[in-house]
């Protein structure tokens, strides 16, 4: 099971991670969760209608990381797509943020959840719930961490320039995690696909 997913009954999943590898992913999931920024600020009471159809912003993010997780719609090529765009935005963005803010939590939980036995690691294990959670955050995780590294098409190919970086390369450590991700993700969607 090391270094990749395996199905479990019931339709969950479970991997067995190392100390490090733990607190590489909480970390990347906590780092998400700053750049996706607080949730809902909205004071206790309010009413839960309103809430349901609070605007959300029209403009697209100016970081490149958060306009990959957060993209427009329909492009910008003309004004009437922009303005479609913008619309858009404006009613999904709020409720992807807590979408993908939920996802992060729960592998900060499920993480934080596990114990560990000295130099050996644990098993963590997922419902079929979680396994949805974590492949949302491990999908954003990349995206973030691609948008970061600039990464193109033909990077990622097993000939691409990602697999050739030297060991000086001060990427090569996000480009590590980066893969790692994609090989954590690719199992977990193998272990959700029927048989």
């Not at 009613?91 to 050996?120: G, I, Q, Y």
Request: proline share 7%; charged share 30%.
């Amino acid at each position: 099971m090391a270094g990749h997913f395996e199905a479990t009954p019931g339709g969950g999943a479970s991997v067995a991670l190392d100390e490090v590898e733990i607190a590489i992913l909480r970390s990347l999931a906590v780092q998400l969760l700053e750049l996706i920024g607080p949730g809902d600020q909205s004071a206790e009471g309010e009413d839960p209608l309103a809430a349901l159809f609070a605007e959300g912003p029209s403009e697209p993010p100016s970081d490149p990381a958060l306009a990959r997780l957060f993209p427009e719609a329909y492009g910008d090529e003309d004004k009437e797509l922009r303005e479609a765009s913008a619309e858009f935005r404006r009613f999904t963005e709020n409720d992807l943020r807590t979408r993908k803010r939920e996802d992060a939590l729960a592998v900060v939980r499920s993480l934080d959840a596990l114990a560990p036995v000295a130099d050996s690691g644990a098993v963590l294990t997922l419902t079929p719930e979680e396994c949805h959670h974590w492949l949302g955050s491990l999908n954003d995780l990349r995206l973030t961490i691609g948008t970061r590294l600039e990464v193109s098409d033909e990077d990622e190919g097993q000939d691409g320039s990602l697999y050739r970086l030297p060991d000086s390369d001060p990427r090569k450590p996000m480009v590590m995690a980066y893969l790692w991700l994609g090989a954590l993700q690719e199992t977990l969607v193998e272990t959700l696909m029927p048989d």
